[in-house]
C-alpha cells in the first residue's frame, strides 16, 4: 500500500469527512481525577470523591467509544484530569487502539505507570501531551500544590523517554513561572523536544477565577503574546478590517464546523469545552442526533446585545471567546476586561527584546 505522507493523510481525510458531516476528533475526559492539583487547572473544581463516583463505568466508555467509531471519527484524545489515573485505563485504551484510532494521551505525568510505559511502548499511541510548568522543585510544588510531585514527574519523564515514547511537552505560562521560561525552554529542548508555551488563562468550569489571577502582567504578557504569534507558524498575525465589514456571528473558531465533539466523564456529549450546555448523554443518545441539535445552536448563534466584542476590529487578535467569557463573567457575549486591553497592547506596541 501507498505509504501517505501524515499531513495529506490528515487533510484528506478532515476534508472527506466534513462533505459527509462527520466529526474527525473526539476529546474524551475519563475523568476529572488527577494526582496534582495545579492552581491555574480549569477542571481542577472536579478534582474530588464525589465527582469521581460518578464517572462512566469500563463497559460504558467502551459503549460510548463504539458509537464515537460508528460516527467516523479517527482522531481520539483521551484527557481529563489525568486519565492514565484510572484502573482501567489500558482496559480502554487497548480497545480503542482495536478500533484503528489515532490516538493522544494528555496526562500530567504523575500516574504514569511502570505497566502502562511497557504496554505503551508495544502499541505506542500518536502522541503523549504533558504539561511541565517548571524545572525547579519549590516553584513547580508550589503550582501542582502537591508535596513530593516534582520528583515523581520529573521520574516519569524519564520513564517515558526510556520508553522512546513519542511525547510532547507543554507549559502554561504564568505569573509564576514568567521567569523560569528560559529554564524550562532548555530542560525540554535538551531532550529533542520543541517548546510549547501557552499564554492564555480563564476561569475554571465552575466559575471561579481563581486561574484568572495567575494572569502575567499586560505590558510583559503583549510583548509575548506578539512575539509568539510572528514566530508560530500555525498562528498568523490576522489582517484588520473595519468594523462595519463585521458580522454578528458569535462563534468564529473551529467549534462550529462540528469537526470535533467533546465527551465529559459522565458520557455527556457538548461541541465546546467551556459550554457545555445543553448537552446530549451518550448512553442514551445517537453522535448523529446530538449534532443535528447541537450544530445549529453554534453555526446560527449570533450577538443578542450590544457587546463591544460584537463590533471589535481587533477582535481576532483577542484571547477572548463566548466559553471563556461564560465560565468568567456568566455571559458568554461578555468581554473579558484583561483579554480587551491585552489585545489592544498587542496591535498597537512593537515587539520589545528581551
Not at 480503542?96 to 502499541?123: N, P, Q, V
Not at 508535596?147 to 515514547?165: E, N, T
Request: hydrophobic share 35%; glycine share 4%; aromatic share 10%.
Amino acid at each position: 500500500m501507498r505509504e501517505l505522507q501524515y499531513k495529506k493523510f490528515s487533510l484528506q481525510t478532515h476534508k472527506n469527512n466534513s462533505q459527509l458531516k462527520r466529526p474527525n476528533v473526539c476529546q474524551f475526559e475519563l475523568t476529572f481525577r488527577c494526582g496534582i492539583h495545579c492552581k491555574h487547572c480549569y477542571t481542577d473544581c472536579y478534582n474530588k470523591p464525589n465527582y469521581a463516583q460518578k464517572e462512566l463505568k469500563t463497559k460504558e466508555v467502551k459503549f460510548i467509544l463504539d458509537k464515537v467509531y460508528k460516527a467516523g471519527a479517527i482522531w481520539l484524545c483521551f484527557t481529563g484530569g489525568d486519565p492514565l489515573i484510572r484502573n482501567d485505563f489500558l482496559d480502554i485504551y487497548a480497545y480503542a487502539k482495536d478500533k484503528g484510532f489515532l490516538i493522544s494521551i494528555f496526562t500530567s505525568a504523575y500516574s504514569m505507570s511502570d505497566e502502562i510505559a511497557i504496554y505503551l511502548k508495544k502499541r505506542p499511541p500518536f502522541v503523549i501531551e504533558m504539561t511541565l510548568n517548571s524545572v525547579t522543585k519549590d516553584l513547580y510544588e508550589n503550582m501542582s500544590q502537591v508535596k513530593g510531585s516534582f520528583d515523581r514527574v520529573m521520574q516519569k519523564i524519564s520513564l517515558i523517554s526510556k520508553a522512546k515514547l513519542p511525547l510532547k511537552i507543554k507549559t502554561q505560562v504564568t505569573k509564576d513561572n514568567l521567569s523560569q521560561l528560559p529554564m524550562i525552554k532548555k530542560f525540554i529542548e535538551n531532550r529533542g523536544l520543541k517548546f510549547y508555551p501557552n499564554y492564555d488563562l480563564h476561569a475554571r468550569l465552575n466559575g471561579d477565577l481563581a486561574p484568572c489571577n495567575l494572569r502575567i502582567p499586560l505590558q510583559r504578557d503583549s510583548n509575548l503574546n506578539r512575539k509568539k504569534k510572528q514566530l508560530d507558524n500555525d498562528c498568523q498575525l490576522s489582517v484588520q478590517v473595519a468594523p462595519d465589514t463585521l458580522n454578528a456571528n458569535l462563534f468564529r473558531c473551529a467549534v462550529g464546523g462540528g469537526d470535533s465533539i467533546n465527551l465529559d466523564p459522565y458520557g455527556n456529549m457538548f461541541l465546546c469545552n467551556l459550554i457545555r450546555r445543553p448537552y446530549f448523554n451518550l448512553l442514551k443518545a445517537e453522535i448523529k442526533d446530538a449534532f443535528g441539535s447541537l450544530l445549529p445552536l453554534v453555526r446560527n448563534a449570533v450577538f443578542t446585545t450590544e457587546s463591544k466584542c460584537k463590533s471589535c476590529n481587533i477582535r481576532e487578535e483577542c484571547f477572548w471567546c463566548p466559553g471563556k467569557a461564560l465560565v468568567e463573567t456568566g455571559d458568554r457575549e461578555a468581554p473579558i476586561e484583561d483579554f480587551c486591553r491585552l489585545a489592544h497592547l498587542t496591535v498597537k506596541e512593537p515587539v520589545k527584546e528581551g
